[in-house]
């Protein structure tokens, strides 16, 4: 999976089998993503799954963190949901 962010407050990425794409806010460590939409190409079952779940950690996306080439998005709990490497 990939995400990138733009300067403004817009994001897009591939989640394995589709492309999404949304709006988001940072305030602080605060971070919000808007309502997420994706393209609806269909792959293998366990791909489709593998998608799902990730899609449904980015839409709890509370706050983050980033050290060094590092991100976490994490939920408001503070449990990490995704982490992502800087390519």
Same mark, same amino acid.
């Given at each position: 999976?990939?995400?990138a962010?733009? @300067?403004e407050g817009k994001?897009?990425?591939n989640a394995g089998c589709n492309s999404y794409f949304g709006s988001y806010?940072?305030?602080e460590n605060n971070?919000?993503?808007g309502a997420i939409g994706s393209t609806k190409m269909a792959c293998e079952e366990d @791909?489709?799954?593998a998608e799902s779940t990730y899609l449904?950690?980015?839409e709890n996306a509370a706050t983050y963190q980033i050290t060094?080439?590092?991100l976490q998005i994490r939920d408001a709990e503070g449990n990490t949901l995704v982490t992502f490497s800087k390519q």
């Open positions: 999976q990939t995400l962010f733009d @300067a994001f897009n990425g806010e940072v305030e971070l919000s993503l @791909a489709m799954q449904a950690a980015l060094g080439q590092t």
